[in-house]
């Protein structure tokens, strides 16, 4: 038996700001990217797993050492996904553990804090397009009978779509339909982002008209 369990708690440590320094943080620009490293190794690792998959016969022909680096890389992204990224990018945080009944309890923490949304967009487009690779390469791999690749393959959907199903579960709730969810979370990216293209401002230069005016 297992349970969900939503908790809406901190998920690091006290973010109080230090008294005297809120004029000062008040005045300070907005930083687009706050953790630009840790939004950097969110696509990394996933990232170098695809393009090793996909260039893996260019540097060596031996399919086991192409498996060891491509898995080596998926585990590297599943943990760093799972206990870094998520935490620090969108507040987000799932886990998993047995009490001493032997009752194992899935928790899917939220962190009520302000996300900076260009991490939030890379978190959530890394975490959506590499399963979307990943079942393109299932196809390849199921109608090319190629089975060893297949395996890999499976390997890298399973850690995908694991980290994916916990943070939606961690966004919109652990009694939410997750079908309805992921579809109304994908139309919803894709709708910011047809908005964002509609309203950027036009980088063209314009010319100034002359006034008549000495």
């Not at 008040?26 to 990394?44: C, D, E, G, I, S």
């Not at 996909?54 to 060891?68: L, R, Y």
Request: charged letters at 15%; proline letters at 4%.
């Amino acid at each position: 038996m297992s349970s969900a369990t939503v908790r809406n708690i901190p998920l690091l440590d006290d973010d109080t700001i230090p008294f005297g320094e809120e004029e000062e943080l008040r005045n300070t620009p907005p930083k687009k990217y706050t953790h630009p490293y840790v939004a950097f190794f969110h696509l990394f690792f996933r990232g170098m797993a695809v393009l090793v998959y996909i260039f893996c016969n260019w540097f060596s022909e031996s399919f086991i050492t192409s498996f060891v680096f491509v898995t080596l890389l998926l585990s590297a992204d599943f943990w760093t996904v799972k206990n870094i990224t998520g935490r620090l990018l969108v507040g987000l945080r799932w886990w998993n553990y047995v009490d001493d009944d032997g009752k194992s309890h899935w928790v899917f923490e939220s962190k009520q804090s302000k996300i900076n949304t260009n991490e939030a967009r890379v978190f959530w487009l890394g975490l959506i397009l590499c399963p979307a690779f990943w079942s393109l390469f299932f196809i390849f791999a199921f109608f090319g009978l190629k089975f060893k690749w297949l395996l890999l393959v499976m390997i890298a959907l399973s850690l995908n779509t694991a980290n994916l199903y916990g943070y939606i579960k961690c966004n919109y709730g652990a009694s939410t339909d997750l079908n309805s969810a992921a579809t109304d979370f994908v139309k919803s990216q894709i709708f910011k982002g047809a908005v964002d293209i509609m309203t950027k401002p036009s980088s063209q230069p314009t010319t100034a008209k002359p006034t008549g005016i000495v």
